[in-house]
């Protein structure tokens, strides 16, 4: 079995300003990432299923609450009447729910960017 080693994946939506300015941090202090818009290639659910696993992520944190589509679609009474699995399978199905930007390194995954936070993680 082989091994793959994930280096700093970075997903994102091209029009989102937070995601701009994460881009533009990440490129500023030269950290290597691969970038994924989100648009594109929305996370599938095992990947959500995964990365909530190994990062023990509470899965109300990876929804976007400030989109259009989690205020139209009632999320916030909804979401209380869901199971895990039924909230991780509705996240898989459309990019614009999932709160972004996520830079997932392989040993934390940051969702949303925090200039602070991410100056942090890559203190010298």
Known sequence: MGWCKIMNLFI????CSTCKNAKK???KNQIKYTIRDIKQENPNYQELKNWIEKYHLEI???FNTSGILYREM???TKLKEM???EKIKLLATNGMLVKRPLFITDDNMYI???EKEWANIWKK
Do not use: T
């Not at 994102?12 to 029009?15: A, F, R, T």
């Open 12 to 15: 994102c939506y091209e029009k």
């Open 25 to 27: 941090y990440l490129d």
């Open 60 to 62: 109300k944190k990876l």
């Open 74 to 76: 009632n999320l916030s």
């Open 83 to 85: 199971s895990d699995d």
């Open 112 to 114: 949303g960017f925090k």
